[in-house]
């Protein structure tokens, strides 16, 4: 079943400017997580958001939660070239220890 | 990557032959993972296990079986009965703050 669901499929910048990225779901959840996945490559976690959590920053990265609009964002700053890769989000249930995945974000940064 | 390691990283099948992946941490977590993900798409659960000896079905574990035996090792089998088993495949693992960590996965296809 597909919990996430991000916004936009693709999205195209130039060095330098933000990046933003939306992640909607439909069901209660205990966190929201981020990844980054370069092609062909396994994925990196990026960050976690606990639910009771409403913002949270890493470096150039900064995630907010509104869970009564059961949506999240990501946003990095000051984007690179080494920043192209795809972004998922992935939902962890309230009980258990599954994720379910969006199916991501395709991020491409211009030099 | 971190301490997880997946082999082979490119793996063909003939039809009707069965296939095991092999997923191998040194991270000493419990927890452990395997996803399907077929091209621009996101990460799809086969089977998980939470602890050695116990595995659970994912949401597409039809075709596919795991075993648990060790802390260690997670392989997973693809059977001749996984009509379409042409995708990439990742296992992760996972410490008890929630984050997953992913090996560089195993590309496998059928001839």
């Known amino acids: 079943s597909q919990q996430g669901e991000e916004d936009p499929q693709a999205l195209s910048i130039q060095e330098g400017e933000n990046a933003t990225m939306n992640c909607s779901y439909k069901?209660?959840?205990?966190?929201l997580q981020w990844y980054r996945q370069n092609s062909g490559r396994g994925l990196v976690h990026l960050i976690l958001?606990?639910?009771?959590?409403r913002e949270k920053h890493s470096g150039r990265l900064r995630v907010t939660l509104d869970t009564s609009k059961k949506s999240s964002s990501l946003l990095i700053t000051a984007s690179r070239a080494a920043d192209t890769a795809s972004y998922f989000c992935a939902t962890g249930e309230t009980s258990g220890s599954r994720l379910t995945f969006g199916e991501g974000t395709q991020l491409t940064v211009n030099p | 990557d971190g301490g997880i390691t997946q082999s082979p990283k490119y793996l063909f099948r003939k039809e009707g032959q069965n296939v095991t992946l092999s997923c191998e941490q040194n991270?000493?977590?419990?927890?452990m993972y395997w996803y399907r993900q077929d091209p621009g798409q996101g990460l799809r659960l086969i089977y998980y296990?939470?602890?050695?000896?116990?595995?659970q079905k994912g949401d597409i574990a039809e075709g596919y079986s795991v075993s648990r035996e060790k802390k260690e090792s997670f392989p997973l089998t693809v059977t001749s009965a996984q009509k379409n088993p042409t995708a990439f495949y990742l296992c992760?693992?996972?410490?008890?703050?929630?984050?997953?960590?992913f090996g560089p996965g195993t590309r496998l296809t059928v001839l």
């Open positions: 992760a693992s996972r410490p008890d703050w929630g984050g997953q960590f």
């Open positions: 991270l000493n977590h419990d927890a």
């Open positions: 958001i606990r639910s009771n959590e």
């Open positions: 296990s939470q602890i050695v000896n116990d595995f």
């Open positions: 069901t209660s959840i205990n966190n």
